[in-house]
C-alpha cells in the first residue's frame, strides 16, 4: 500500500504544481523569472496556448495542492503515532512534498493576483 500513497502524494503535488505553472505562464511567471534574473522570452509560445485554460487550470491546482496539503497532514499525523522501532516513512520525502507545495502554491498565488 506503500506505493500506492506514494504514488498519490507524487500525483497531487507534481499535478499541482504543473496545473499552477500553465495558470501563471502567461502574467505571474514571466514577472517571477525575471525578478530572479532568469529570461522569460520562452514563455511566449507558452502563454497563448494556456491562457484560453486559466480557470480551470487555477480550480485544478488549487484542488490538486489542497489534497496534497491534506496528504502531508495525514502523513505527519501518522508518523508522530508510530512506534520508535518502525519505518513510518522518509522524513526527506515529506519534507520534498512540503517544498512542492510550496512552490505550487507561490505560482498559484501569483496567477491569481496577477491573472
Known amino acids: 500500500m506503500r506505493g500506492l500513497n506514494t504514488w498519490w502524494n507524487g500525483l497531487a503535488t507534481g499535478g499541482g504544481v504543473f496545473a499552477a505553472f500553465g495558470a501563471a505562464a502567461c502574467c505571474a511567471l514571466p514577472l517571477m523569472l525575471a525578478s530572479v534574473g532568469v529570461g522569460s522570452a520562452w ?4 502563454s497563448p496556448v494556456v491562457a484560453p485554460y486559466r480557470v480551470p487550470l487555477l480550480i485544478l491546482a488549487s ?9 502531508l497532514l495525514w502523513q505527519f499525523r ?6 520508535a522501532d518502525s519505518a513510518c516513512g522518509s522524513s526527506a520525502y515529506r519534507a520534498l512534498t512540503a ?4 512552490i505550487g502554491a ?10
Do not use: D, E, H, V
Open 99 to 102: 517544498i512542492g507545495i510550496a
Open 106 to 115: 507561490a505560482l498559484l498565488t501569483g496567477a491569481f493576483l496577477y491573472g
Open 43 to 46: 514563455l511566449g509560445s507558452i
Open 78 to 83: 501518522q508518523a508522530r503515532t508510530c512506534p
Open 63 to 71: 484542488a490538486l495542492l489542497l489534497a496534497a496539503t491534506l496528504r
